[in-house]
């Protein structure tokens, strides 16, 4: 590697670009807002490079082609929106284990904030979703992957080590719902009521009630 890239790799203070990031991290946070503000087939790797206080050259360095890029910064939103829905044992609200009801509320309200926040990235999937086969795939198993965690935490919420089908559909349903926020320009907005949506679940989630054997 040249004494230019190895400059941009340090991510040093007074170069372009935001100080302490590496030059592929500088890279990635260009390339998401200018796919998001020009669209991916109209940017180019010179003006990453540009923006991101790099040599033109090190970006192929870190990616092969800038579809390779825009697939980085697709995964990378990824992870963080996973490690989100994803809390550990100890970060979990603690109605999951007492209050079904109340935990589904709340798990609906998490769901809305970290699935419904509008983001560059966000744009970015939208805009390409018709044009890039690739993105429309990546999109769709981020969505799987959101719904499986939260199948998983309403296992959790009604007693189970697995999800049911039923928990697993209805997972499916809050994914989708709450990824429908930055569709309508509303990153703050309940799109349905917490409570009653708790209410509903809490009552066709919960394991059946055991007959009373007749007197």
């Given at each position: ?42 940017t180019?790797t ?15 360095y ?13 995964q ?5 929106t ?9 970060d979990l ?18 769901l ?5 926040r ?22 769709m198993?981020?969505?799987?992957a959101a719904?499986?965690?939260?199948a ?30 930055p ?32 007197s």
């Amino acid at each position: 590697m040249g004494r230019g890239e190895g400059s941009a790799e340090s991510g040093a203070p007074g170069e372009p670009g935001e100080p302490g990031l590496t030059a592929r991290e500088r890279i990635l946070a260009a390339a998401e807002v200018l796919f998001a503000e020009h669209r991916f087939d109209r940017t180019s790797t010179a003006r990453i490079a540009a923006a991101a206080g790099v040599p033109h050259g090190l970006i192929f360095y870190h990616f092969k082609t800038k579809m390779d890029l825009l697939l980085a910064v697709v995964q990378r939103d990824r992870v963080t929106t996973l490690g989100e829905l994803d809390l550990p044992p100890s970060d979990l609200p603690p109605s999951e284990k007492t209050d079904p009801r109340r935990a589904v509320a709340e798990l609906w309200r998490h769901l809305t904030v970290v699935l419904g926040r509008p983001s560059p990235v966000h744009r970015i999937v939208l805009q390409e979703l018709a044009v890039h086969e690739e993105i429309r795939r990546r999109a769709m198993e981020s969505t799987d992957a959101a719904a499986a965690v939260i199948a998983g935490r309403l296992a959790r919420i009604f007693g189970r080590d697995d999800p049911t089908p039923e928990q697993v559909a209805a997972a499916q349903l809050l994914t989708f719902a709450a990824s429908m926020a930055p569709l309508l320009d509303q990153p703050d907005h309940t799109l349905v009521d917490p409570d009653a949506l708790a209410a509903l679940l809490a009552r066709g989630l919960s394991p059946p009630t055991p007959e009373s054997p007749p007197s």
